[in-house]
């Protein structure tokens, strides 16, 4: 029991990287501690087993998980993480999972074992069943994939906290002139409602559009937003509110030269159970 609750943090973190979900990912570990209690004794190495169950079981489950994905309801989002303790935090963003989804389940595997988690190249051939040319080939062509989707700096907190807060006052009083000094020409929205609740089916691309929209959605409607708190959500700023509509939802930027570039909204309510239970948010 305290073998697989000392790797548990670590199987989480992997198992939601390779799946976007943290449900899902939650699902996996109970499966691998399933499995671990059948052969707990009789395994020598277990941080090198049970990370081998993990991705196994995440890649079965990728192969439904893309299923859904090509059907699902306008624009689809990894769940929002919330910045982890510092001593289990990782360096993938938000726009770094959008960028794993390109890659096929093996290099992502692949990438993210030997790249992010520092798994040897050997343990990663077992864990993927291919020798280790092969894995050290899927982990190139991954990195080269998603080597623009890296982040180039990391923003302290207490500027991510003021970039947020700003953002959240700007957008709900319709501040345009705020909000264009801090937004990049070339802005984009992405929203994720999953034809549960009201959300922009289509990104909105470009400062002028995103202007107009955050300046209709004050003049149409009476009710502002509430702001929840400031987050850290998959490495970026961003943070949880209650909007129009009494809707939580969760919003992260992305930053590039000191601008908003990327406004990444979460507000499928099936992808904020976790959200709920760690804000105590209605």
Same mark, same amino acid.
């Given at each position: 029991? /305290? +073998?697989?609750?000392?790797? !548990?943090?670590?199987? =989480?973190?992997?198992?939601? *990287?390779?799946?976007?979900?943290? &449900? $899902? #990912?939650?699902?996996?570990?109970?499966?691998?501690?399933?499995?671990?209690?059948?052969?707990?004794?009789?395994?020598?190495?277990?941080?090198?087993?049970?990370?081998?169950?993990?991705?196994?079981?995440?890649?079965?489950?990728?192969?439904?998980?893309?299923?859904?994905?090509?059907?699902?309801?306008?624009?689809?989002?990894?769940?929002?993480?919330?910045?982890?303790?510092?001593?289990?935090?990782?360096?993938?963003?938000?726009?770094?999972?959008?960028?794993?989804?390109?890659?096929?389940?093996?290099?992502?595997?692949?990438?993210?074992?030997?790249?992010?988690?520092?798994?040897?190249?050997?343990?990663?051939?077992?864990?993927?069943?291919?020798?280790?040319?092969?894995?050290? /080939? +899927?982990?190139?062509?991954? !990195?080269?994939?998603? =080597?623009?989707?890296?982040? *180039?700096?990391?923003?302290?907190? &207490? $500027? #991510?906290?003021?970039?947020?807060?700003?953002?959240?006052?700007?957008?709900?009083?319709?501040?345009?002139?705020?909000?264009?000094?801090?937004?990049?020409?070339?802005?984009?929205?992405?929203?994720?409602?999953?034809?549960?609740?009201?959300?922009?089916?289509?990104?909105?691309?470009?400062?002028?559009?995103?202007?107009?929209?955050?300046?209709?959605?004050?003049?149409?409607?009476?009710?502002?937003?509430?702001?929840?708190?400031?987050?850290?959500?998959?490495?970026?700023?961003?943070?949880?509110?209650?909007?129009?509509?009494?809707?939580?939802?969760?919003?992260?930027?992305?930053?590039?030269?000191?601008?908003?570039?990327?406004?990444?909204?979460?507000?499928?309510?099936?992808?904020?159970?976790?959200?709920?239970?760690?804000?105590?948010?209605?």
């Amino acid at each position: 029991m /305290q +073998l697989f609750e000392a790797q !548990r943090p670590r199987l =989480q973190r992997l198992a939601y *990287r390779m799946l976007g979900s943290v &449900a $899902e #990912a939650e699902d996996v570990v109970q499966d691998a501690w399933l499995r671990w209690r059948k052969v707990e004794e009789a395994v020598d190495a277990p941080a090198a087993y049970l990370g081998r169950i993990v991705t196994r079981l995440c890649l079965d489950r990728m192969k439904s998980a893309r299923v859904r994905r090509e059907t699902y309801f306008g624009a689809w989002l990894p769940e929002p993480l919330l910045a982890p303790e510092p001593e289990v935090a990782d360096d993938l963003t938000l726009t770094l999972m959008l960028a794993l989804e390109r890659l096929s389940p093996l290099e992502r595997a692949a990438f993210l074992l030997h790249d992010v988690f520092g798994v040897p190249l050997g343990e990663v051939a077992t864990a993927l069943e291919r020798d280790a040319a092969a894995v050290r /080939q +899927l982990a190139a062509r991954a !990195r080269k994939h998603v =080597q623009a989707a890296r982040p *180039r700096y990391r923003v302290e907190q &207490a $500027e #991510a906290d003021r970039i947020a807060q700003a953002f959240f006052v700007a957008s709900r009083d319709g501040d345009l002139q705020a909000l264009q000094a801090m937004l990049a020409e070339d802005v984009v929205i992405h929203a994720d409602g999953g034809g549960r609740v009201p959300a922009f089916r289509n990104p909105i691309l470009g400062l002028a559009r995103v202007l107009r929209l955050y300046a209709g959605l004050r003049r149409k409607s009476g009710e502002r937003p509430v702001l929840l708190r400031p987050l850290t959500i998959d490495g970026l700023p961003g943070f949880a509110s209650i909007d129009r509509g009494r809707v939580l939802q969760t919003t992260a930027l992305e930053l590039k030269d000191g601008r908003i570039a990327a406004i990444y909204i979460v507000r499928n309510p099936d992808k904020l159970r976790h959200v709920v239970a760690t804000l105590g948010a209605p």
